[in-house]
Nanobody, 124 residues
Framework: QVQLVESGGGLVQAGDSLRLSCVASGLTFSRHVMGWFRQVPGKEREFVATLDWSGGNPVYSPSVKGRFTISRDNAKNTVYLQMNSLKPEDTAVYFC?????????????????WGQGTQVTVSS
């Protein structure tokens, strides 16, 4: 049984930083592309970042590039999202996702496994 468990969300002020973590179990983590998405009520799930098996070649949404950093530790089965210079428009539920494929994609339907999400709220 595959499980992805996010943590690290919270309420912060604009300009602050947060680090999200996602611990995976029940899968061969080092053979899964991992990604982060976010969603606000009434809107579609939005791509944030993804990176390949080795942790290289990250891809970011233009809205977060330069502020967010995705990384992974395959020894700990964990993917991270370091979020700096947070803005109120970053407020959302953040989800980690796993894809059993070597090719990175930016659309939600490309990922087989999802966490339950963690709320990030940025006040102005």
């Amino acid at each position: 049984q595959v499980q992805l468990v996010e943590s690290g969300g919270g309420l912060v002020q604009a300009g602050d930083s947060l680090r999200l973590s996602c611990v995976a179990s029940g899968l061969t983590f080092s053979r899964h592309v991992m990604g982060w998405f976010r969603q606000v009520p009434g809107k579609e799930r939005e791509f944030v970042a993804t990176l390949d098996w080795s942790g290289g070649n990250p891809v970011y949404s233009p809205s977060v590039k330069g502020r967010f950093t995705i990384s992974r530790d395959n020894a700990k089965n964990t993917v991270y999202l370091q979020m700096n210079s947070l803005k109120p428009e970053d407020t959302a539920v953040y989800f980690c996702a796993g894809r059993n494929n070597a090719v990175k994609v930016t659309y939600p339907s490309g990922y087989e496994y999802w966490g339950q999400g963690t709320q990030v709220t940025v006040s102005s």
